[in-house]
């Protein structure tokens, strides 16, 4: 047989949250510049992201385009030679950049920016409206139509070439971006940009090493 005994409300209280202590005074330390001791700030400091710089869009509105180039180039591969080795690189370099557009963009809209840059009186334009001699190491429209005209071994050596040229123009927008004061502090296009460098090196050394016709330790 149960009994329903009834008990006091403060029978029932939890003993532990009537004797927590109150929570401690956040401590925000900051860190003090080499040989410096540290700073205690008062518990109110609130961190702040470094602000946006304009070069930072600029640079990802115009590797957004430098990108798109290389994209066209290696859909020409399929249609214009049968080098095993020169199809690998291409594939490998059109799924990279195509993800990296996608990234950019991504980046680009979360922080409400136009996803291509102002086009207005610029020179240099080719069908869709894009400056083709805007961004360094990019194909003129000349290049493109004789990349786009050879076949074979010459259509081999223009796209090797040419994307040797587009990569080491990649590496110095990338070099202009962290060379401008207060840019590249954003840890996502910080990291993105750091990759780009390493990925764009490499992928110059394997193309090198197949216009010399020696194999690359590179290349998978």
Do not use: C
């Amino acid at each position: 047989m149960l009994l329903a005994v009834s008990a006091p409300p403060a029978l029932f209280s939890s003993p532990t949250r009537a004797q927590q202590p109150a929570p401690a005074t956040p401590v925000v330390v900051q860190p003090g510049a080499p040989g410096k001791p540290t700073k205690t700030l008062p518990p109110s400091t609130k961190g702040t992201l470094p602000p946006r710089s304009s070069a930072d869009v600029e640079f990802m509105q115009g590797m957004i385009m430098h990108h798109q180039q290389a994209v066209e180039m290696t859909a020409l591969i399929p249609s214009h030679t049968e080098n095993k080795n020169l199809r690998s690189l291409g594939a490998r370099i059109s799924s990279s950049q195509s993800d990296e557009i996608k990234f950019m963009q991504r980046w680009l809209a979360a922080r409400g920016e136009p996803i291509s840059m102002a086009m207005t009186g610029m020179p240099d334009m080719d069908k869709s409206g894009r400056a083709m001699a805007l961004m360094p190491g990019m194909l003129t429209p000349e290049q493109m139509v004789a990349l786009r005209k050879s076949k074979g071994p010459e259509f081999d050596h223009l796209f090797l070439t040419g994307m040797i040229q587009h990569h080491n123009g990649a590496l110095i927008m990338v070099k202009d971006l962290f060379d401008t004061a207060g840019a590249g502090q954003d840890a996502d296009l910080f990291n993105f940009a750091t990759d780009a460098d390493n990925t764009q090196r490499a992928e110059i050394k394997i193309m090198q090493a197949m216009l010399e016709n020696k194999p690359s330790e590179d290349k998978q």
